[in-house]
């Protein structure tokens, strides 16, 4: 019976979130974090550090939509992929500490299954609007008053993801369901069209070539940021930020990309020897998962360092300083979070007046 009242509490919050019977809520500036794995579960750390850092607002990446390759009929094209498993063996969800917030469901769409439903985008939003609401019911996520669609669409495609933007805000208020539409943006999206939702995030990471051999840092760089930066005062959309806070390797063989790895021990003298910088060569083959690592090949270890965070909030601090928004870290993984001091957390999540 320890849980039961505030289970009700949270029950009937769900039913309502779920079921249309509350209005939308503004979407306020809050801190907040993405989750980005394949399965969502909080531990007590994770807990602690939502607490310390008053963390409101959490994005919780759902499924991807894939394109299904062989398929014939219009509504079978696309497939999710990659969906979520909600785990919370410790009831923590029905926790007061934890009850008040707000979940962000994220599909990130494939420019390749957004081409495959080219001209049935209607069908495609409907697909993912009911398969979001009925995650959200069957998993009981609590405070859901926004969808999110992660996309990194072209030119080329523009028009096929704002045809898909405009029917899952349509397919919301079919179902009654009061949620806002959010979209990421990319930094190259900011010279273009805004998408017809409610609200985005700026996406600042991955800011370079990951795929260049001759990139010192993919993940963010004040120099591959600010040029883009000249359209963001102008842009027609309440912009929140987000951040990197993670770390990855990339492997690159004769100069092309091979693919990302995490969690070699580049300093072992015995497998690598340092080229310089952020770059090793491997000295044997070398297995890994599922691949093999091969003798001469290079591997570039990237962070995202506080110090070229802090840079890059800077810059975009003054272009939106008369716009009060979130600050979002990417992602809610404490193996690379805590590599920051809490001082440096805050800093990052700060709203710069």
């Not at 420019?111 to 398969?131: C, D, P, S, Y």
């Not at 985005?200 to 800011?207: E, S």
């Not at 795929?211 to 993940?219: L, M």
């Not at 770390?247 to 497998?271: A, V």
Request: hydrophobic share 35%; charged share 20%.
């Amino acid at each position: 019976m320890k849980y039961l009242i505030p289970f009700m509490t949270i029950l009937s919050m769900i039913v309502a979130s779920c079921s249309g019977t509350l209005p939308p809520q503004v979407h306020e500036g809050v801190n907040s974090v993405y989750y980005w794995k394949t399965v969502f579960h909080l531990d007590s750390a994770d807990i602690a550090f939502i607490k310390k850092h008053d963390i409101g607002r959490i994005y919780l990446r759902m499924f991807d939509v894939s394109e299904a390759t062989y398929a014939t009929a219009i509504d079978e094209k696309t497939v999710p992929n990659a969906s979520v498993r909600i785990d919370y063996p410790d009831n923590y969800l029905l926790e007061d500490s934890l009850s008040d917030k707000e979940f962000v469901p994220v599909v990130y769409v494939t420019l390749n299954a957004l081409k495959a439903m080219k001209g049935h985008e209607g069908v495609l939003a409907r697909n993912i609007v009911t398969r979001v609401r009925n995650m959200c019911e069957y998993n009981s996520i609590p405070n859901v008053n926004e969808l999110q669609l992660d996309c990194d669409w072209t030119q080329s495609t523009e028009k096929s993801y704002f045809a898909l933007c405009d029917s899952v805000k349509h397919g919301i208020a079919y179902l009654q369901l009061p949620w806002r539409l959010s979209s990421t943006i990319r930094l190259h999206q900011l010279s273009g069209n805004v998408p017809p939702v409610d609200n985005g995030v700026l996406m600042v990471y991955n800011t370079g070539s990951f795929n260049d051999p001759d990139v010192a840092n993919s993940i963010i760089a004040t120099k591959d940021v600010e040029p883009y930066l000249k359209h963001l005062s102008d842009y027609q959309l309440n912009l929140d930020v987000a951040y990197p806070a993670y770390s990855w390797q990339l492997l690159f063989r004769k100069r092309k990309f091979i693919g990302l790895m995490n969690g070699l021990n580049l300093t072992d003298t015995t497998q690598f020897t340092p080229r310089g910088g952020n770059v090793y060569v491997a000295k044997r083959n070398i297995p890994y998962n599922d691949r093999l690592i091969l003798k001469g090949d290079m591997v570039r270890q990237e962070t995202s360092e506080f110090e070229d965070i802090s840079k890059v909030k800077r810059m975009i601090d003054t272009k939106l300083s008369n716009r009060d928004h979130s600050n979002i870290l990417y992602h809610l993984d404490l193996k690379n979070l805590s590599k920051y001091s809490d001082n440096e957390i805050n800093e990052i999540f700060q709203f710069a007046e």
